[in-house]
């Protein structure tokens, strides 16, 4: 199983650029809802109605994840290592969420390949 950040599942529902090796994980994947959250953000930015997401995500084995406050913990460790990076919440809910569950993160942001914590599986 994979956690996959808002980044790798917009390049799967979009097509973009990666989107074949996010297609791969899918089905053995979870998300936090923080970043369940910044994906529906962007649709609805978009104009897309976030409903027709969660439609999709359920037809999926997709593992949608609370923020729960151990995980809320983890992810405010992760301040000191990916400050430097300007990882945002969203992002260290993600890295939060792989530490807590021994589980690799799907990301298409490069600049998380910097980080040792946790292992990060690059789609692009």
């Not at 994947?29 to 609805?44: F, H």
């Amino acid at each position: 199983m994979v956690v996959l950040d808002a980044s790798a599942l917009l390049a799967y529902l979009f097509k973009e650029t990666g989107y074949e090796r996010v297609a791969q994980y899918i089905e053995n994947s979870c998300i936090s809802t923080v970043n369940l959250s910044e994906v529906a953000g962007r649709l609805v930015r978009d104009g897309i109605d976030a409903g027709l997401l969660m439609q999709q995500i359920q037809c999926t084995a997709i593992e949608i994840v609370p923020f729960s406050q151990t995980h809320a913990l983890y992810a405010a460790n992760f301040i000191p290592q990916t400050q430097r990076y300007g990882l945002s919440l969203g992002d260290r809910a993600c890295l939060g969420l792989a530490k807590e569950k021994q589980l690799a993160v799907l990301t298409a942001d490069t600049v998380w390949s910097q980080l040792t914590d946790v292992e990060i599986i690059l789609i692009r």
